[in-house]
Protein backbone atom coordinates (compact mmCIF):
# COMPACT_ATOMS: atom_id res chain seq x y z
CA UNK A 1 0.00 0.00 0.00
CA UNK A 2 1.09 3.48 -0.99
CA UNK A 3 0.64 6.83 -0.46
CA UNK A 4 0.64 10.04 -2.62
CA UNK A 5 3.54 12.13 -0.97
CA UNK A 6 2.33 15.46 -1.22
CA UNK A 7 3.34 18.24 0.76
CA UNK A 8 1.49 19.60 3.11
CA UNK A 9 0.35 23.06 3.35
CA UNK A 10 -0.31 24.20 7.10
CA UNK A 11 0.79 22.55 9.95
CA UNK A 12 -3.12 21.30 10.76
CA UNK A 13 -1.90 18.99 7.11
CA UNK A 14 0.94 17.52 9.20
CA UNK A 15 -1.15 17.52 12.69
CA UNK A 16 -3.63 15.58 10.54
CA UNK A 17 -1.28 12.93 8.70
CA UNK A 18 0.43 12.33 12.08
CA UNK A 19 -2.65 11.54 14.10
CA UNK A 20 -3.89 9.44 11.76
CA UNK A 21 -0.88 7.68 12.03
CA UNK A 22 -0.99 7.11 15.56
CA UNK A 23 -4.60 6.57 15.92
CA UNK A 24 -4.09 3.27 13.42
CA UNK A 25 -0.63 2.26 15.12
CA UNK A 26 -3.34 1.84 18.29
CA UNK A 27 -6.40 0.56 16.55
CA UNK A 28 -3.90 -2.05 15.27
CA UNK A 29 -2.74 -2.40 18.92
CA UNK A 30 -6.22 -3.28 19.94
CA UNK A 31 -7.35 -5.52 17.28
CA UNK A 32 -3.76 -7.58 18.58
CA UNK A 33 -4.75 -7.90 21.91
CA UNK A 34 -8.31 -8.63 20.84
CA UNK A 35 -6.92 -11.62 18.60
CA UNK A 36 -5.10 -12.82 21.77
CA UNK A 37 -8.25 -12.80 24.33
CA UNK A 38 -9.78 -14.67 21.38
CA UNK A 39 -6.94 -17.18 20.92
CA UNK A 40 -6.78 -17.70 24.39
CA UNK A 41 -10.18 -18.41 24.99
CA UNK A 42 -10.15 -21.51 22.30
CA UNK A 43 -7.00 -22.89 23.54
CA UNK A 44 -8.43 -22.92 27.01
CA UNK A 45 -11.63 -24.85 25.19
CA UNK A 46 -9.55 -26.98 23.46
CA UNK A 47 -7.24 -27.80 26.95
CA UNK A 48 -10.58 -28.73 28.70
CA UNK A 49 -12.00 -30.95 25.65
CA UNK A 50 -8.32 -32.45 25.11
CA UNK A 51 -7.97 -33.21 29.04
CA UNK A 52 -11.59 -34.67 29.47
CA UNK A 53 -11.22 -36.70 26.61
CA UNK A 54 -7.85 -38.00 28.14
CA UNK A 55 -9.61 -38.90 31.64
CA UNK A 56 -12.31 -40.75 29.55
CA UNK A 57 -9.55 -43.29 27.55
CA UNK A 58 -7.57 -43.99 30.57
CA UNK A 59 -10.18 -44.66 32.96
CA UNK A 60 -12.42 -46.76 30.87
CA UNK A 61 -12.51 -50.25 29.84
CA UNK A 62 -12.83 -50.27 25.81
CA UNK A 63 -15.61 -53.29 25.90
CA UNK A 64 -18.35 -50.77 24.70
CA UNK A 65 -18.99 -48.82 21.91
CA UNK A 66 -20.35 -46.02 23.71
CA UNK A 67 -16.64 -44.35 24.43
CA UNK A 68 -16.35 -44.07 20.56
CA UNK A 69 -19.71 -42.03 20.20
CA UNK A 70 -18.63 -39.77 22.82
CA UNK A 71 -15.76 -39.31 21.18
CA UNK A 72 -16.84 -38.87 17.59
CA UNK A 73 -19.58 -36.08 19.80
CA UNK A 74 -16.55 -34.20 21.31
CA UNK A 75 -14.79 -34.09 17.96
CA UNK A 76 -18.00 -32.72 16.06
CA UNK A 77 -18.68 -30.24 18.54
CA UNK A 78 -14.80 -29.42 18.26
CA UNK A 79 -14.60 -29.06 14.62
CA UNK A 80 -17.36 -26.56 14.37
CA UNK A 81 -15.80 -24.50 17.25
CA UNK A 82 -12.22 -24.77 15.70
CA UNK A 83 -13.56 -23.61 12.26
CA UNK A 84 -15.27 -20.59 13.76
CA UNK A 85 -11.66 -19.71 15.28
CA UNK A 86 -10.33 -20.39 11.96
CA UNK A 87 -12.50 -18.00 10.41
CA UNK A 88 -12.33 -15.30 13.08
CA UNK A 89 -8.66 -15.40 12.65
CA UNK A 90 -8.27 -15.30 9.39
CA UNK A 91 -10.43 -11.96 9.56
CA UNK A 92 -7.92 -11.10 12.16
CA UNK A 93 -5.11 -11.50 10.27
CA UNK A 94 -6.46 -9.35 6.83
CA UNK A 95 -7.85 -6.22 9.60
CA UNK A 96 -4.43 -6.11 10.74
CA UNK A 97 -2.08 -6.58 7.93
CA UNK A 98 -4.58 -3.73 5.77
CA UNK A 99 -3.55 -1.55 8.99
CA UNK A 100 -0.37 -2.60 9.15
CA UNK A 101 0.17 -1.66 5.67
CA UNK A 102 -1.48 1.86 5.78
CA UNK A 103 0.98 2.86 8.95
CA UNK A 104 3.92 1.92 6.60
CA UNK A 105 2.67 4.24 4.28
CA UNK A 106 2.48 6.61 6.63
CA UNK A 107 5.62 6.58 8.19
CA UNK A 108 7.07 6.93 4.17
CA UNK A 109 4.66 9.89 3.78
CA UNK A 110 5.92 10.86 7.06
CA UNK A 111 9.55 10.80 6.53
CA UNK A 112 8.71 12.43 2.88
CA UNK A 113 6.66 15.48 4.08
CA UNK A 114 8.31 16.01 7.73
CA UNK A 115 12.22 15.50 6.47
CA UNK A 116 12.33 13.17 9.12
CA UNK A 117 15.86 12.35 9.97
CA UNK A 118 16.78 8.28 9.76
CA UNK A 119 17.65 5.72 12.45
CA UNK A 120 20.91 3.47 11.89
CA UNK A 121 20.37 0.19 12.85
CA UNK A 122 22.19 -2.62 13.04
CA UNK A 123 20.47 -5.76 13.14
CA UNK A 124 22.50 -8.70 15.99
CA UNK A 125 25.92 -7.79 15.87
CA UNK A 126 27.07 -10.74 16.77
CA UNK A 127 25.77 -12.93 13.90
CA UNK A 128 28.12 -13.24 10.87
CA UNK A 129 26.14 -12.23 8.49
CA UNK A 130 25.43 -8.70 9.75
CA UNK A 131 23.27 -6.12 8.18
CA UNK A 132 23.49 -2.27 8.65
CA UNK A 133 20.12 -1.04 7.71
CA UNK A 134 19.13 3.02 7.66
CA UNK A 135 15.39 3.83 7.94
CA UNK A 136 12.23 5.72 9.16
CA UNK A 137 10.13 4.25 10.96
CA UNK A 138 9.76 1.29 12.99
CA UNK A 139 7.12 -1.11 10.10
CA UNK A 140 9.80 -0.35 7.81
CA UNK A 141 12.25 -1.83 9.72
CA UNK A 142 10.54 -4.78 10.54
CA UNK A 143 9.37 -5.58 7.48
CA UNK A 144 12.56 -5.12 5.00
CA UNK A 145 14.66 -6.91 8.19
CA UNK A 146 12.42 -9.90 9.78
CA UNK A 147 9.90 -10.28 6.49
CA UNK A 148 12.21 -9.70 3.24
CA UNK A 149 9.57 -10.42 0.44
CA UNK A 150 7.98 -8.34 -2.31
CA UNK A 151 4.91 -9.01 -0.99
CA UNK A 152 3.79 -6.43 1.67
CA UNK A 153 0.95 -9.46 3.02
CA UNK A 154 4.17 -10.84 4.88
CA UNK A 155 4.00 -8.74 7.26
CA UNK A 156 2.50 -10.02 10.56
CA UNK A 157 2.40 -13.52 8.50
CA UNK A 158 4.49 -15.70 10.62
CA UNK A 159 2.33 -15.25 13.60
CA UNK A 160 -0.71 -15.97 11.93
CA UNK A 161 1.12 -18.85 10.43
CA UNK A 162 2.16 -20.36 13.78
CA UNK A 163 -1.45 -19.45 15.09
CA UNK A 164 -3.65 -21.87 11.87
CA UNK A 165 -1.12 -24.42 12.52
CA UNK A 166 -2.00 -24.44 16.19
CA UNK A 167 -5.62 -24.48 15.23
CA UNK A 168 -5.04 -27.20 12.43
CA UNK A 169 -3.15 -29.16 15.03
CA UNK A 170 -6.09 -29.10 17.34
CA UNK A 171 -8.68 -30.07 14.36
CA UNK A 172 -6.50 -32.75 13.72
CA UNK A 173 -6.12 -34.19 17.03
CA UNK A 174 -9.67 -34.80 17.83
CA UNK A 175 -10.32 -37.03 14.71
CA UNK A 176 -6.84 -38.86 15.05
CA UNK A 177 -8.14 -39.80 19.30
CA UNK A 178 -11.85 -40.93 17.84
CA UNK A 179 -9.99 -43.24 15.02
CA UNK A 180 -7.55 -44.57 18.20
CA UNK A 181 -10.66 -45.33 20.27
CA UNK A 182 -12.79 -47.07 17.85
CA UNK A 183 -9.58 -49.26 16.42
CA UNK A 184 -9.38 -50.00 20.39
CA UNK A 185 -12.61 -51.00 20.59
CA UNK A 186 -12.56 -53.05 17.25
CA UNK A 187 -9.92 -55.33 18.62
CA UNK A 188 -10.95 -55.82 22.19
CA UNK A 189 -14.61 -55.98 21.03
CA UNK A 190 -14.38 -58.18 18.34
CA UNK A 191 -11.26 -60.13 18.36
CA UNK A 192 -11.40 -60.78 22.26
CA UNK A 193 -7.99 -59.32 23.02
CA UNK A 194 -8.13 -58.87 26.53
CA UNK A 195 -4.78 -57.34 27.27
CA UNK A 196 -5.33 -54.35 25.24
CA UNK A 197 -8.32 -53.76 27.98
CA UNK A 198 -7.07 -50.85 30.02
CA UNK A 199 -8.36 -51.71 33.93
CA UNK A 200 -9.66 -48.63 36.01
Request: aromatic letters at 14%; proline letters at 4%.
Amino acid sequence: MSLPPTVPRSSADRDFIFDDYKTVIENTAKLSDRRQTINDIFVGLNSLFLTALGFLFVSLQLTSWWPTVVFAFVTAATTVINTTWLRINNRYRELIRVRLAYAQAREIQLQEQFQAPTVRVIIDPHKKTEKDETMFGVLQWEERTLYPSDDSAHVNANFSRLEQQLIHFFLVSYFVLTAIVALLTYFIDYLHLSAFVIKA
